[in-house]
């Protein structure tokens, strides 16, 4: 019985020639080898599985292969290369530095430096991972590896070449390993197959392929595997299923509906992937990138970037002719932003949600979400929609210009009779609106500065001059929008923010109870926001100061005045008693 031997063992190219996806690099190395011209030590970069250890095994072997072929491979045939392939070669040794990386596994090699072939010409010293050997296991080595004997060879391997010290990799010949192309991938895969006598839809292979990163190594094993569990005919939809991707259909269909501006059918498609346990972060990338393919589809010149089979690439045309190349430039945008944010939202699906209405908002005629922020604001579900939930409809006239309607518990309509707040200030440019859900609240200059890094395109702190009778103004403004807030409202009310003369753009509020500052305080994300937008200044801060002295009028109940009154004044109080007056 034949003995099974995995695929990625098994195809494991023996010589330059079969090494998939390296071309320039492989013929550069041949030719090194033709013309003689070697180096001492060599640096082979690049990500897992692209060709680094096989391409060294090769170089070791065909530079020792008494018999090269016209093309500058190995014989495969001669003593030495059937050495090497039987691994029984002295002539070549493997040092993994992840594993071997103290000064005593160096000094062991160096001494093994000293030992001259027996038999062919080098001997070649490999050590992978070599970003991983400890400072001093360098400093060891850095002697051997300025002069080497002549008929030594050192081929590092690295996957992280920034963590090579500058004095190695003056030392070595750098040559970078290019990630191995999905096209290259599903061509080697498609010759494995055939060879195994294994059925393959190309579409699979490329499911395969996509599923492996880069790495071919991995796109052996995951052949094998869905292979194994395939019976002989590997189809797109046993692969999907098997490897657990994203079937490219819900895509297809998510971007019909971006189309349509339908965004039901958007946020039904996206709990039907959520449900069939999808990550959504995984979902985010995997519409940018079908995305990315139907920009790229739209242009004959530009269709071979698209690594897919003739079916679907003919479905990503015709859906691609529908789309402008603005719309899919802004829906990679969206995309993109969403990405960005995903890791810091706090609510996750929210966030996706919201890239969805977004992005069947791009092609309606009157889109919330146009460029300059001035686009009339349109019901984004029909009027007619049952989704109670879900009925964001407003209007521009009866809601604060300045409230986003994005931020949750922001937005909040005006109640009936309370004036609409002055909406003929010109509105503030508009802020992502991503960026005001993750920094939602108090913007001051320390928390803009954590935020930094992960939101790459934070817009900058606004600082328009206002006066402190416009601030009073947006502070009641805001303490009128919701009139059922009572512990709210009267504090708001009763006490008025004070300049605060040693902080710029710092107020005092003197809170007389402990229940007012602690409702003012809950209230206060809301509240800065509010006034940072009315003012286009985000440097405005309130400082809650609980009164320690008695309490003030201002603040008094009115059957505390009353009663005030009538002890402060006889009179008063007999005009009280006289009428039989009583607050009820
Ligand atoms: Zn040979």
Not at 130 to 139: D, E, K
Not at 142 to 149: A, D, F, G, R, S
Request: with cysteine; hydrophobic share 35%; glycine share 4%.
């Amino acid at each position: 019985m034949e003995k099974y031997i995995v695929s990625a063992r098994k195809y494991r190219p023996s010589t330059f020639a079969s090494v998939v996806g390296q071309t320039a690099l492989t013929s550069t190395l041949k030719n090194a080898i033709a013309t003689d011209k070697l180096a001492h030590a060599y640096l082979f970069c690049g990500s897992r599985g692209v060709g680094k250890t096989s391409c060294a095994r090769i170089f070791a072997k065909t530079i020792n292969c008494t018999n090269r072929t016209a093309d500058g491979d190995p014989c495969n045939e001669c003593d030495s290369c059937r050495a090497f392939n039987a691994g029984s070669s002295l002539n070549i040794v493997e040092l993994d530095a992840a594993s071997n990386n103290s000064v005593d596994d160096i000094r062991a090699l160096v001494d093994q430096v000293q030992v001259a072939p027996t038999n062919g010409r080098y001997r070649v010293f490999i050590i992978d991972e070599v970003h991983m050997l400890s400072s001093s296991a360098f400093n060891a080595f850095l002697k051997t590896l300025e002069e080497p004997p002549s008929y030594v060879v050192f081929i590092l391997a690295t996957t992280e070449k920034h963590k090579i010290i500058p004095t190695i990799l003056s030392r070595c010949q750098i040559f970078d390993f290019n990630r191995i192309t999905i096209n290259d991938m599903v061509n080697h895969l498609e010759y494995v197959a055939n060879n195994e006598g294994i059925k393959a839809e190309r579409s699979a292979l490329g499911v395969i392929a996509s599923k492996a990163d880069g790495a071919m190594r991995d796109a052996l094993s995951i052949f094998d595997q869905v292979a194994a569990s395939s019976r002989g005919e590997i189809t797109y939809r046993s692969a999907i299923e098997n490897l657990n991707v994203l079937d490219a259909a819900y895509f297809s269909r998510l971007v019909d509906s971006f189309i349509e501006c339908d965004v039901p059918t958007a946020l039904l498609t996206y709990k039907e992937i959520r449900d069939h346990g999808f990550d959504s972060h995984a979902f985010i990338n995997g519409l940018a990138a079908y995305i990315r393919d139907l920009m790229v589809t739209r242009e004959e010149s530009t269709r071979s970037l698209v690594d897919t089979d003739e079916a679907t690439l003919k479905l990503m045309s015709e859906q691609a002719s529908k789309c402008t190349p603005t719309f899919l430039y802004q829906a990679m945008s969206l995309c993109n932003d969403a990405d960005l944010n995903y890791r810091q939202a706090t609510a996750k699906t929210f966030l996706v949600e919201l890239l969805l209405i977004k992005l069947c908002q791009l092609l309606s005629p009157s889109p919330i979400f146009s460029g300059d922020g001035e686009g009339q604001l349109k019901p984004i579900m029909s009027e007619t929609s049952t989704g109670a939930d879900m009925t964001a409809t407003t209007t521009a006239a009866n809601k604060p210009a300045s409230t986003p309607m994005t931020a949750p518990n922001v937005a909040r309509e005006p109640r009936p009779g309370v004036p609409a707040p002055d909406i003929s200030r010109p509105r503030p440019t508009r802020r992502p609106i991503l960026h005001t859900v993750s920094i939602i609240g108090n913007r001051s200059s320390q928390q803009q500065q954590e935020a930094t890094p992960q939101i790459v395109n934070a817009p900058p702190l606004r600082e328009s001059p206002y006066t402190l009778e416009q601030l009073i103004k947006a502070w009641n403004e805001y303490r009128d929008l919701d009139l059922t807030k009572r512990i709210v409202y009267n504090t708001m009310r009763a006490s008025k923010p004070v300049e605060n003369p040693d902080k710029k753009h710092c107020y005092t509020v003197t809170i007389e109870i402990e229940t007012q500052r602690e409702k003012l305080e809950e209230e206060m994300p809301n509240l800065l926001k509010f006034i940072h937008d009315k003012l286009s200044n985000d440097h405005i801060t309130f400082e809650l100061e609980l009164n320690d002295g008695p309490s003030s009028p201002s603040t008094w109940s009115e059957r505390e005045i009353i009663a005030h009154l009538s002890e402060e004044n006889p009179n008063f109080k007999k005009f009280v008693q006289a009428l039989k007056l009583s607050l009820t």
